[in-house]
């Protein structure tokens, strides 16, 4: 007879006695111990000299000197626009010239940004490129030492925006892809840095009457108020489901606000409305494809949209209910910035770039448009600038770090 065969053993799970570090008198494990806050990025300060491009000479001391001339005269109020001859029976198609003394190529980047600076009896261009470059090109420079352009590289990636008020000349606000507000004082002799986030900044732009808050479209979206004088942002909104391409005022409402954005829509609000739940738009203009620009007439009665559906969109009347499109080019591709429509110096004429090497002039009385050709525009001209006080002159930016400037013959 076998004998029985012994039970099987059955497995317990083993007994495991929790004892806390402290009781066992082990210091704790630091990588487990919950992560500080994130410290918020000091503000960093360049000398303009450690900024500046070029040769170390003291070539951007003439600058200085412009700035600081200009400034003592600068004018307290902003530029009014659409007075004097303008309104004026003139055509730009046939007055506009352009000569080989008024091409300039001082920046080593493609131009996303360019401006007239508000100088009232001097004409110096300001513009920032896809390298972080800002470029200024004094075209009154005469005879000296150097050509009258400026260098400097404050921004580590495209300047996508840039704002001068004219009664604080001193003062060039720059904003970038890389997350910086930057504010080059003259005066102080430094670029600082006013702001910075991990979003990319695509756009800023400044009340006409005051210099102290700064509006700008951080990331998918978002419209943020830096007021300078609290060094804090004070007011937060989400007004698109992407970038903000355009900030721009009303220079009669300074309340009234338009925004342009890669959604398809472009808006105008009154800042009167806007509260932190739910942002009240008093117009939406649809598009079918990115919007990359909104900029309101001279006269604050109208408002100009320029998408990459191919439509330049006019707005105008009470309340900008009278809608007209234009069809217009406007797939500038990769390698080139996008093409926007901006306003002279009346309500009369829209200007934007023509993928032909040329100026395309809009009229918004009879709805047509007309090319201004020019043997000396050797590249696609795709951003432009109208001087706020000298009637006739514009300014177009290219890829290759040029920029033309028409002169009314």
């Known amino acids: 007879v076998k004998p029985p065969r012994p039970a099987p053993a059955t497995h317990q799970p083993p007994v495991v006695i929790r004892r806390s570090l402290r009781s066992r008198g082990i210091p704790p494990d630091p990588s487990r111990l919950p992560s500080d806050p994130p410290v918020p990025i000091s503000p960093l300060a360049l000398s303009m000299r450690e900024a500046f491009v070029g040769i170390t000479s003291p070539l951007d001391r003439q600058l200085l000197g412009t700035v600081a001339a200009m400034a003592e005269n600068a004018p307290l109020l902003p530029p009014k626009k659409g007075g004097g001859d303008v309104g004026g029976s003139w055509d730009p198609a046939i007055e506009l010239d352009l000569v080989p003394e008024n091409v300039k190529r001082f920046l080593h980047g493609r131009i996303l940004s360019v401006q007239f600076f508000p100088f009232k009896d001097r004409t110096v261009v300001v513009a920032g490129d896809k390298l972080g470059n800002l470029g200024f090109w004094d075209a009154d420079f005469g005879e000296g030492e150097g050509d009258g352009t400026y260098l400097y590289a404050p921004h580590s990636a495209p300047i996508s925006g840039i704002s001068i008020q004219p009664f604080s000349l001193s003062k060039i606000l720059s904003c970038s892809y890389d997350g910086f507000i930057c504010l080059m004082d003259t005066e102080q002799e430094a670029f600082k840095m006013l702001y910075a986030t991990d979003d990319s900044i695509y756009c800023i732009s400044q009340q006409p009457n005051d210099a102290k808050s700064i509006y700008f479209g951080e990331g ?15 007011n937060s909104w989400a007004l698109h489901d992407a970038r ?35 942002p009240e738009r008093l117009k939406m203009v649809q598009h079918t494809r990115a919007v990359h620009s909104a900029y309101f007439s001279p006269s604050g009665s109208s408002l100009a949209t320029t998408s990459v559906d191919n439509r330049v969109g006019i707005l105008s009347g009470p309340d900008f209910n009278s809608k007209t499109m234009i069809g217009h080019h406007n797939q500038t591709g990769r390698w080139l910035s996008s093409f926007r429509a901006i306003w002279g110096w009346d309500d009369t004429y829209l200007f934007l770039g023509n993928m032909k090497r040329a100026v395309d002039i809009i009229s918004t009385v009879d709805k047509t448009t007309v090319s201004l050709v020019s043997p000396h525009t050797t590249a696609i001209p795709c951003r432009f600038t109208a001087h706020p006080y000298k009637f006739g002159l514009l300014a177009g930016a290219t890829a290759g770090g040029q920029v033309y400037m028409w002169k009314r013959s």
Do not use: H, Q, Y
Not at 245 to 266: K, Y
């Open 220 to 234: 998918p979206g978002e419209l943020k108020i830096w007021d300078e004088r609290a060094g804090k942002i004070t």
């Open 244 to 278: 903000i391409n355009t900030l721009d005022f009303n220079t009669i409402n300074t309340n009234l606000m338009a925004t342009s954005s890669t959604d398809g829509v472009a808006c105008v609000w009154d800042l009167r409305k806007i509260n932190v739940k739910k």
